[in-house]
């Protein structure tokens, strides 16, 4: 077994009898077949029972291999305003496919990630975050855009040309 497995406490019983930590030898078996079985684990699966034939004066060797389970979990991003959203405002993680407000995206491995939002027009796109994704849960981000505001020129012509050189200005809102 891995030395993982091992330190997790991972074990083996012959014919249903105490269990043994790995590399123990039992002694004493009848000549013939027994039944090896391992005991669970967590994070780990448990090999299947093997059947072994004991030979006079001999030791058989078993190996009950443990294969670690990959702990996952699940990211659900919503963004907003609701202006954004409908501009076609949406999220991916890690570099992946694009997807909408709201969505989920699961089997993601146990750790950080890279959220990142496309360009709306329109729209600030907000900054990427690292989001920390935990075994079996469901984490949640926010992606918020901001309007950019319309803006538009204005042009004043002064007149007549003796105004203008005298020393005629004008201005906006007061500025």
Do not use: M, R
């Amino acid at each position: 077994a891995p030395a993982g497995a091992v330190s997790a406490g991972a074990q083996w019983q012959v014919d249903g009898g105490a269990f043994q930590s790995s590399g123990a030898t039992v002694f004493s078996l009848s000549v013939g077949c027994h039944t090896v079985a391992f005991n669970s684990v967590g994070g780990w699966t448990v090999p299947g029972s093997q059947t072994v034939t004991v030979n006079a004066n001999q030791t058989a060797t078993v190996t009950g291999t443990y294969v670690v389970i990959l702990q996952t979990g699940s990211l659900q991003v919503n963004l907003g305003p609701a202006g954004a959203v409908s501009a076609g405002a949406k999220w991916q993680v890690d570099g992946g496919v694009f997807q909408n407000s709201g969505a989920t995206v699961s089997s993601l491995s146990v750790g950080s990630h890279t959220l990142a939002f496309n360009s709306v027009s329109g729209w600030t796109t907000p900054g990427s975050q690292t989001v920390t994704v935990n075994a079996n849960q469901t984490t949640t981000a926010t992606g918020n855009y901001v309007t950019i505001p319309e803006t538009g020129s204005l042009q004043v012509n002064l007149a007549p040309a003796g105004a203008v050189s005298a020393g005629a200005q004008w201005q906006v809102d007061g500025g």
